[in-house]
């Protein structure tokens, strides 16, 4: 079984920074595009950033250009999106997204994380 396990949520004033990690564990093959949505109260899912499996490619939504980043270590099958000038826009919830061929099944899935929230508040 594969699993998406997210940590590093919490609350911040605008102006901070926050380092979210989204750790894959199980009987993964491989990780191939692994990637970052969140979802605010009253609101629909939205893409914020997304990597591929080299890293060499990485792709964010308008509204973080320039203030997060994402990154990833294959050797730990974790991806990071690092957060900073925090904004109360970007109060959410955070889901990790990843592409993950199963050791045990021939074909790859689409897995997702619980989640974890990011509240931005003076």
């Known amino acids: 079984q594969v699993q998406l396990v997210e940590s590093g949520g919490g609350s911040v004033q605008p102006g901070g920074s926050l380092r979210l990690s989204c750790a894959a564990s199980?009987?993964?093959?491989?990780?191939?595009?692994m990637g970052w949505f969140r979802q605010a109260p009253g609101k629909e899912r939205e893409f914020v950033a997304g990597?591929?499996?080299?890293?060499?490619?990485?792709n964010y939504a308008d509204s973080v250009k320039g203030r997060f980043t994402i990154s990833r270590d294959n050797a730990k099958n974790t991806v990071y999106l690092q957060m900073n000038s925090l904004k109360p826009e970007d109060t959410a919830v955070y889901y990790c997204?990843?592409?993950?061929?199963?050791?045990?099944?021939?074909?790859?899935?689409?897995?997702w994380g619980q989640g974890t929230q990011v509240t931005v508040s003076s």
């Open positions: 199980g009987s993964i093959f491989r990780v191939y595009s």
């Open positions: 997204n990843a592409e993950i061929r199963s050791a045990v099944v021939s074909s790859s899935g689409d897995y």
């Open positions: 990597i591929s499996w080299s890293g060499g490619s990485t």
